[in-house]
C-alpha cells in the first residue's frame, strides 16, 4: 500500500496523519487578529519570544487603559496577575490566534483585570511531546524574566509575585506540566479547564465513552512516542510526584465530558496527597468539553469566569 495513502492516526475532526509523515488537519476558522477588542477595552498584540528551545510566538493580552497608559509616562505604573495561557486542541492544532480562546482571553483579562501571554507552542506530529512542553516553560521563563525585561507590557505591568499557569484541555495538560517542572513559590497559581488527563485506575462511566477513551488514549501515545501509556506521570497526575506542584493553589474545572471523572478524581487526589496547598473544583453540570468557548454569554460560562476571576484576584 502507498504510505501516502495508507492512514497512520487519525482523530475525526481533527487531524489525518500518513505513514508517509504527510498530515491532514481540518479546516481551521480564519484567525482572529490581535486589536483592541470594542467590547471588553483589553488590547492585544503578536510579540516574538526570544526563547533557546525554538523560534517562539505569543499573544499579550492586557486593558486597553493600561495600554493607554504605557504611553504617558507620568502614570502610574499598576502591577496585574500574569496569566501564561494554553490553547487547547489534542496537542495537535490550535493557535493563540483561534478565534475562540482569543475572545475567551479577552473575557477573562477584562473580568480578572490581569495581563496574559497566550503561547503558540509546537504542535505534534511534526513536533512530538516534550516539544510543547519545553516551549511552555520557555515562554513561561520569558514572560517572568525581571532583567531585562523583555516586553514594556510586562516591564509595566506584571507581577511577577502574582503568575498563574492556565490551560485548556491539552493546554490544560501543558499547564500542569509546567507546574510540576518548576520549583515551589515559582508560581501563583494553576488553572486546569477540562484538562486531558488518563489513568489506567478509572474505567470509562458509561459504555458510549468507551470508543471515545481508546481514542484519546490512542492519541497520547501518537503525541508523545516512547511514553509508558496512559500512566506516564506527565498525563497521570495521580501516581508518584501528585503533590510536586510549583504554585500556592489549583483550580479544575470539569464539565460533563470525557475527561470529567479524570478531572475530578485528580482534585480529590491532590486533597489527600498532604499537598500544603488550596484546591478548588469547579463543576459545570449538564455542560458538554468547550461550552464556555462556543457560549461565552450562557448563565454556567459567566459563572465559571467569574469563579475564575476571583481565583485569580484571591
Not at 500518513?18 to 488590547?43: C, F, H, M, N, Q
Not at 493557535?95 to 480578572?112: G, I, Q, T, V, Y
Not at 500542569?176 to 474505567?203: E, F, M, Q, T
Not at 488514549?217 to 512516542?225: A, M
Request: overall charge negative.
Amino acid at each position: 500500500m502507498d504510505p501516502d495513502t495508507e492512514v497512520q492516526f487519525e482523530f475525526p475532526g481533527l487531524i489525518r496523519c500518513y505513514k508517509s509523515g504527510r498530515v491532514e488537519r481540518s479546516a481551521a476558522p480564519a484567525p482572529a487578529p490581535p486589536s483592541l477588542d470594542p467590547i471588553t477595552g483589553v488590547a492585544s498584540r503578536d510579540v516574538a519570544l526570544d526563547a533557546s528551545s525554538a523560534p517562539l510566538r505569543a499573544r499579550l493580552y492586557l486593558p486597553s487603559l493600561l495600554a493607554h497608559e504605557q504611553e504617558q509616562e507620568q502614570e502610574q505604573e499598576r502591577k496585574l496577575p500574569l496569566l501564561v495561557y494554553f490553547h487547547g486542541g489534542g496537542f495537535v492544532v490550535g493557535s493563540a490566534s483561534a478565534p475562540a480562546e482569543h475572545s475567551f482571553l479577552n473575557l477573562l483579562c477584562a473580568r480578572a483585570g490581569a495581563l496574559a501571554l497566550s503561547v503558540d507552542y509546537r504542535l505534534a506530529p511534526e513536533h512530538p511531546l516534550p516539544a510543547a512542553y519545553d516551549d511552555a516553560l520557555a515562554a513561561l521563563r520569558w514572560a517572568t524574566s525581571a532583567a531585562p525585561a523583555p516586553d514594556p507590557w510586562l516591564s509595566r505591568h506584571a507581577d511577577l509575585t502574582r503568575v498563574f499557569s492556565i490551560g485548556f484541555s491539552a493546554g490544560a495538560n501543558i499547564a500542569y506540566n509546567v507546574a510540576r517542572a518548576l520549583p515551589p513559590g515559582a508560581l501563583k497559581g494553576l488553572v486546569l479547564i477540562h484538562p486531558l488527563l488518563l489513568s489506567s485506575a478509572l474505567s470509562p462511566s458509561e459504555p458510549r465513552d468507551a470508543a471515545l477513551r481508546a481514542k484519546i488514549e490512542e492519541g497520547w501515545r501518537f503525541v508523545c512516542p516512547g511514553t509508558c501509556g496512559v500512566d506516564d506521570p506527565r498525563v497521570n497526575p495521580m501516581g508518584p510526584g501528585l503533590k510536586d506542584l510549583g504554585c500556592e493553589r489549583v483550580m479544575v474545572c470539569i464539565a460533563e465530558d470525557e475527561l470529567m471523572e479524570r478531572g475530578r478524581a485528580y482534585y480529590e487526589a491532590l486533597r489527600a496527597s498532604g499537598w500544603g496547598g488550596s484546591a478548588e473544583l469547579v463543576e459545570s453540570e449538564g455542560e458538554g468539553h468547550e461550552f464556555f468557548l462556543q457560549n461565552p454569554g450562557s448563565e454556567k460560562a459567566v459563572a465559571m469566569m467569574e469563579r475564575l476571576a476571583a481565583f485569580i484576584n484571591r
